[in-house]
């Protein structure tokens, strides 16, 4: 029933879409308590004011309301006209043009599905397909609905193991690209502690260790919706010369350089990033930091 319903959604105007998913974002915020509390927590300790954050109340409904669109339209329909700008993709093609590999880091900002199935097809047909880890939803209709969002043109999906980090490695070491959602609590044991927006947040080492074992290159990337249906704007900026690419830094400074641009990229668009994301959790059995308990030295 439900994958019936988001094919006959993906056949709506994506502008008409995002005008509903807005309106669903407010009253979402209006009648969720909990949720109010979460997403204005997160934003006011992360240092922004309501007139900066509450552009995301909105914003969260809309990238609800484009998912039937971007898993679920039919087949063949291209992605690149609903792009209206790329900012930077001269230096990213230039880079991939090396054949050293690329890591794209895409937190939960903006259109991050919007933006890897657009990048994948205006560079498949020269560089390959963009491989990604990705682990299919429990609920099989969900899964369903995301085989068919990843069985897109320039895409390839790999598994989230042992053998799938495997074979991105070997991707970026033959000169391909990938992206990774960098801001989401890595299970107990693949991750650090590292500063983000001021407070300790458990951080993956999965995506620094690929840069410093493959010596790909490494672009902060963020897909900007544009209001009122007006398309999105995809950027590309090259985040070389850090601790995330060094072989020789720790990983928490290769953690606290990444969680510093992912900070840089929020800052830059606060209002389309999912602020309720419980980015601050703790995994369960991972201790926290002396300096949080207090017991520093």
């Not at 209001?227 to 070389?240: H, L, N, T």
């Not at 969680?259 to 606060?270: C, H, K, T, V, Y």
Request: net charge positive; proline share 9%; charged share 20%.
């Amino acid at each position: 029933m439900l994958p019936t319903v988001f094919r006959l959604l993906a056949r709506l105007p994506l502008p008409l879409m995002h005008r509903l998913g807005t309106g669903f974002g407010w009253l979402v915020w209006w009648t969720s308590p909990d949720y109010r509390r979460r997403f204005k927590t997160n934003a006011e300790a992360a240092g922004f004011t309501p007139a900066q954050y509450r552009p995301a109340i909105g914003a969260a409904g809309a990238m609800a309301a484009e998912l039937p669109w971007l898993w679920a339209r039919p087949r063949g329909e291209s992605v690149l006209p609903r792009v209206v700008r790329w900012d930077g993709i001269e230096a990213f093609e230039a880079a991939l043009a090396e054949r050293k590999g690329v890591i794209i880091v895409t937190p939960h900002l903006g259109s991050w599905e919007m933006y890897g199935q657009a990048l994948a097809e205006r560079l498949v047909g020269t560089y390959g397909p963009l491989t990604a880890l990705f682990r299919p939803p429990r609920k099989a209709w969900m899964a369903k609905l995301m085989d068919g969002s990843r069985d897109r043109a320039g895409l390839q999906t790999v598994p989230t193991s042992t053998k799938g980090v495997r074979s991105l490695i070997r991707a970026l070491r033959s000169g391909g690209y990938t992206g990774v959602l960098p801001d989401q609590v890595p299970p107990l044991g693949q991750g650090v502690w590292a500063p983000f927006f001021g407070r300790d947040a458990y951080t993956m080492t999965l995506l620094p260790r690929l840069a410093q074992q493959t010596g790909a290159r490494v672009f902060l990337g963020v897909c900007e919706r544009l209001p009122r249906g007006a398309g999105y704007v995809i950027r590309c900026e090259p985040f070389d010369g850090t601790a995330m690419s060094d072989p020789k830094a720790t990983p928490e400074a290769a953690a606290a350089a990444m969680n510093q641009g992912i900070e840089r990229l929020i800052r830059s668009l606060p209002g389309q990033y999912v602020w309720d994301y419980a980015r601050h959790k703790q995994p369960k059995q991972v201790r926290e930091p002396e300096s949080a308990e207090g017991g520093a030295a």
